[in-house]
């Protein structure tokens, strides 16, 4: 079955970076677009970036030009670097599958950013 596990979350100040992973089994991950959302408390879940299995990009525009989404198909991750961070991307990110039949999802990693 299909398993999303992310890490990497954490307490950061304000213009600080993190790196989150996401490790992937039950699927052939090479051949799939993976994707990060995030949840703000009080608020709906939002799309933050995605990868293509052709290895092409796209991002949410209020993270353009910090975050950088990646993927390892060796190591069946994919990885969000986040950088110059804002107390306004404090939320829990999500990894995310999408498939024609189903969207799977992980378990999600807190992200907090102190000013």
């Known amino acids: 079955q299909v398993q999303l596990v992310e890490s990497g979350g954490g307490l950061v100040q304000a213009g600080g970076s993190l790196k989150l992973s996401c490790t992937a089994s039950g699927f052939i991950f090479g051949s799939f677009a993976m994707a990060w959302y995030r949840q703000a408390p009080g608020k709906q879940r939002e799309w933050v970036a995605s990868?293509?299995?052709?290895?092409?990009?796209d991002y949410k525009y209020s993270v353009k030009g910090r975050f950088t989404i990646s993927r390892d198909n060796a190591k069946n991750t994919v990885y969000m670097q986040m950088n110059s961070l804002k107390p306004e991307d404090t939320a829990v990110y999500y990894c995310n599958l999408p498939t024609e039949s189903r969207d799977y999802w992980g378990q999600g990693t807190q992200v907090t950013v102190s000013s």
């Open positions: 990868i293509f299995s052709s290895g092409s990009t």
